[in-house]
């Protein structure tokens, strides 16, 4: 019981990696310069996937998938709010709100194998 906790643990270690991962390589996508945009976005996104298909051995890959999801995008507009000063309307907040409520309840439904 010990060893399977500590693999799912493990799963979600690798599963916050490529989401901050992901973060990462879609944050550069905003340099000026194109070359190191692409560069480092492919760099970091296949470590994302890289950490994503270790995640999937122990979590539901619908489950890892929408928390990836979900948590990469409220990462992104953090990122977007907080370095790149961008602004959300209204109807996007409530649409992060539907989203966070969204992946709650996929969680609290999960079959436990």
């Known amino acids: 019981m010990i060893v ?3 693999e799912l643990l493990k799963a979600w270690f690798f599963l916050i990696s490529a989401i901050i991962f ?3 390589g879609t944050s550069f996508l905003k ?3 194109l070359f190191l945009a ?3 976005m492919a760099i970091f996104i296949a470590f ?3 950490f994503l298909s270790k995640t999937i051995k122990k979590i539901q890959i619908g489950i890892a998938y ?3 999801e ?3 995008v409220i990462l992104i ?3 977007s709010l907080i370095v790149f000063k961008e602004n959300l309307t209204l109807a996007q907040i409530l649409g992060i709100i539907c989203s966070i409520v969204g992946i709650i309840m996929i969680n609290i439904g999960e079959v436990k194998e």
Do not use: M, P, Q, R
Request: proline letters at 0%; charged letters at 20%.
């Open 22 to 24: 992901e973060v990462l």
């Open 70 to 72: 979900l948590l990469g």
């Open 48 to 50: 994302s996937y890289f």
């Open 38 to 40: 692409y560069f480092f």
């Open 77 to 79: 507009l953090l990122v």
């Open 31 to 33: 340099i000026e310069n």
């Open 66 to 68: 929408a928390v990836w």
């Open 4 to 6: 399977e906790k500590k």
